[in-house]
């Protein structure tokens, strides 16, 4: 009924920057808290960033000062700006979502960070 599809992953070099965009579609009567999670090979999924609908926002540590996320409510999407972007990052990034007072996920995507 609801889902998240997300795009703007990829390959990109140490430094470089990505733009991720997820968008919330089907029978929407709410949206609330937005994030970002990722996700490596054999390790539990971890958040990136919040957004609430009024537009807080919260960070995890090693994003901070690199990491932006923002939201366009009239398109029910969150975006996630990545600049400064190290090996580290690499993972998969998913979007997360309470629509309709439920907590939905993305189906992810891949950023490689390497040169």
């Known amino acids: 009924q609801v889902q998240l599809v997300e795009s703007g992953g990829g390959l990109v070099q140490p430094g470089g920057s990505l733009r991720l965009s997820c968008a919330a579609s089907g029978s929407i009567r709410t949206i609330g808290i937005m994030g970002w999670y990722y996700q490596v090979p054999g390790t539990q999924r971890e958040l990136v960033a919040t957004?609430?609908?009024?537009?807080?926002?919260n960070y995890a540590d090693s994003v901070k000062g690199r990491f932006t996320i923002s939201r366009d409510n009239a398109k029910n999407t969150v975006y996630l700006q990545m600049n400064s972007l190290k090996p580290e990052d690499t993972a998969v990034y998913y979007c997360?979502?309470?629509?309709?007072?439920?907590?939905?996920w993305g189906q992810g995507t891949q950023v490689t960070v390497s040169s």
């Open positions: 957004i609430t609908s009024g537009g807080t926002t």
């Open positions: 997360n979502s309470v629509v309709n007072l439920r907590a939905y």
